[in-house]
């Protein structure tokens, strides 16, 4: 039984915090022992841990807490954890745990999607206390062996994946007519670029005045919230858009809606358009990240440059004004995401580090 600790900051709704859970959730019980540790708290997410995964949170009141740091290293020896697997800025405190605790291997998951370079010689230090670092995109991959100076057989090139659906989602009441819906589940935050949507919202209405766009995501900065919501309100769009917040029942929101968009200026692989593509919604998408790879290149969704609002308001009118366009594309994504982006597959390849590791 291989015992694997998934490290996170808290399990708020965030795409690294998804991938931690969806990971974790995954693992086939009856080899292995799967936890979920959440250093500072657990957020909204905790409702979604099932009961074969084990659920734990330190109360980290600052990066070098010293009671949430000895809380931690006494459950790695208490439980025997072969594997901590630290997602994104838990890097740092699971390297000094494991360094009191002296008996676990450490995987970083690295989702970087900022478009702020990091400093290097931080990550370069806490580097030397990983085994292997798991990169969302090629780009992640590539720094990690040249700026950090990790050996390339230490780190491996793995996308996110979505869990597939189980059952048909219920549709939900929403915003805006049936075949006019634009969603874009994008945390409030400056790299999401809400601002592109909403200039490219102005242009949409000219030609489609009875287009809506959905905006779902937790409201994590607040100062950049406030001015996403002035600049709606300033445009004249206040009918036209409408921001949800943070929301549990995003499949039943996107089996409602018609379109996905992403308007981020920054990315490492988006959750977000793995998500549209289950639900076979067609995409439009900033050519960010690893963007251009789930898309295809742009033969299953359309890519345009970051920033240029003309051009992702063209690419909305183009499917808002064909269903046909909107339901063969979304097919081609589907299929596309299902073939190179499956859980089983992607699984596979973690499962695979995992037994190397042991």
Not at 5 to 29: N, S
Not at 57 to 81: G, M, N, Q, S, W
Not at 258 to 270: F, K, N, Q, T
């Amino acid at each position: 039984m291989i015992r694997v600790a998934h490290v996170t900051d808290t399990l708020d709704v965030g795409g690294a915090e998804r991938v931690a859970l969806e990971i974790a959730r995954a693992l086939p019980k009856d080899r292995y022992r799967a936890y979920l540790c959440a250093t500072r708290w657990v957020g909204a997410m905790a409702e979604e841990v099932p009961d074969d995964v084990h659920l734990s949170v330190y109360h980290r009141r600052h990066t070098a807490d010293p009671i949430a740091i000895i809380k931690f290293a006494r459950f790695l020896r208490r439980e025997r954890i072969d594997i901590i697997h630290a997602h994104a800025s838990s890097l740092f405190f699971a390297v000094v745990c494991n360094q009191l605790a002296r008996r676990s291997t450490v995987v970083w998951h690295d989702h970087y999607g900022d478009n702020t370079p990091r400093p290097v010689l931080p990550y370069k230090t806490a580097a030397r206390g990983v085994g292997s670092i798991i990169a969302v995109n090629e780009q992640l991959a590539t720094w990690a062996r040249t700026e950090l100076a990790v050996p390339g057989d230490r780190v491996h090139y793995i996308p996110n994946f979505v869990r597939p659906l189980t059952e048909a989602p219920a549709t939900v009441d929403l915003p805006g007519a049936k075949g006019r819906r634009i969603v874009c589940i994008a945390n409030m935050r400056p790299q999401k670029d809400h601002f592109l949507l909403v200039e490219a919202m102005r242009r949409v209405v000219q030609t489609v005045p009875d287009a809506h766009a959905l905006i779902v995501g937790s409201q994590i900065d607040e100062s950049y919230t406030a001015a996403v919501m002035a600049l709606i309100a300033s445009s004249g769009l206040s009918e036209n858009i409408s921001v949800l917040g943070r929301r549990m029942d995003v499949a039943s929101i996107l089996a409602s809606s018609d379109i996905g968009v992403l308007s981020s200026r920054m990315e490492g692989l988006p959750l977000a358009i793995l998500e549209y593509a289950r639900a076979g919604l067609a995409v439009v998408s900033t050519d960010v990240g690893q963007s251009a790879s789930v898309l295809d290149d742009g033969r299953v969704g359309k890519l345009v440059p970051p920033g240029d609002a003309d051009a992702l308001a063209a690419g909305l009118v183009e499917a808002l004004l064909d269903p046909a366009f909107r339901e063969r594309q979304g097919g081609l994504l589907r299929e596309h995401v299902d073939s190179v982006y499956g859980a089983a597959g992607i699984m596979a390849r973690i499962e695979a580090l995992y037994r190397g590791i042991v």
